[in-house]
Structure formats: structure tokens, C-alpha cells
């Protein structure tokens, strides 16, 4: 059975209570939950994982190499910052679907560049908790292939 990390960056631990405007009322909770049952229903083993600091996600990527077959990474506003994830991604080279809840392309222009999508499987942005679902379907898929 193929395992997939689930990686969710900084503040991405108060969903449901931060700006639900932006970001929906669903928690952090409810997303991982989603992600494991369809994760279950796809014949993949989930785990997730949430971190504020940069260098535990760091960690978490290089773990996953030789103990999931692909990642799923929402890496909040480290997206726009870390050139450091951006290697750490290169490093394992491991599928990685980029998962933002919110449309980055729509909001302001700092959040227009990532520095996860040159090095990412491809990005699903804007669709609310909906992105995690739609990354785990594409990361099924790419292992089917
Ligand atoms: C986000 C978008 C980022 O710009 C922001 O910093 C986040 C969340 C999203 O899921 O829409 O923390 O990654």
C-alpha cells in the first residue's frame, strides 16, 4: 500500500478560526480527517502532519523519503519565502502536489510566487479543504501510471 504524507505548514493549525473568510470553517482537524478517509478509499495509507518552523517540515520531507511514496504540502506562507523547502523537495524527489485552500494567484502579489511549484508535481489552489482531496486523487493517479 502506497503512503502519502500530508504536510501542513505555519498557522495552517488554526483553520476554522483564522480569517474563515479567506480560509472556510473547516479545521485542521476536519482536513486531515477527510485526507485519511479518502486516502482509505483510494488504497492509500495517510499521514499528516502540521508544523509553525520551517526546519521540522524540512525534517518531515527528508523522512519521507523511504517512507511515503508522495506528499501532499500546503507550506502556507513559507510558499513564498523558502528557498529552503524548495531544495529539500528537490532533494528527495518525491511526487509533491502543492495544495493552497485559498486562490494564491487571486490575493495579494507577494503570494503569486511559489517557490513549491517549479519543484512540485503541479498546484491546486482555491478549492477550500476540496484541494487536499483533489491532491491525493492526483497522487493515486501518478502512482497508477
Ligand atoms: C495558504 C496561502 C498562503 O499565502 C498563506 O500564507 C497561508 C495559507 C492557503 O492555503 O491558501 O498560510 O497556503
Known amino acids: 500500500m502506497s503512503s502519502v504524507l500530508v504536510l501542513n505548514g505555519p498557522n495552517l493549525n488554526l483553520l476554522g478560526t483564522r480569517q474563515p473568510e479567506v480560509y472556510g470553517s473547516v479545521t485542521l482537524a476536519d482536513v486531515e480527517g477527510m485526507c485519511i478517509a479518502h486516502g482509505n478509499s483510494l488504497g492509500l495509507k495517510v ?3 502540521q508544523s509553525n518552523h520551517e526546519g ?3 525534517d518531515a520531507i527528508h523522512n519521507a523519503k523511504g517512507t511515503h511514496q508522495g506528499i501532499v504540502l500546503n507550506a502556507g506562507a513559507y510558499t513564498h519565502t523558502s528557498v529552503a523547502l524548495m531544495d529539500a523537495i528537490a532533494s528527495v524527489e518525491l511526487p509533491v502536489v502543492e495544495v493552497h485552500l485559498s486562490n494564491i494567484h487571486a490575493r495579494e502579489a507577494f503570494r503569486h510566487k511559489s517557490y513549491i511549484a517549479p ?3 503541479g498546484q491546486i489552489a482555491g478549492f477550500g479543504s476540496q484541494g487536499y482531496v483533489l491532491a491525493l486523487d492526483a497522487l493515486a ?5
Open 47 to 49: 499521514n499528516c502532519l
Open 119 to 121: 519543484v512540485a508535481l
Open 56 to 58: 521540522v517540515m524540512i
Open 141 to 145: 493517479a501518478q502512482f497508477a501510471t
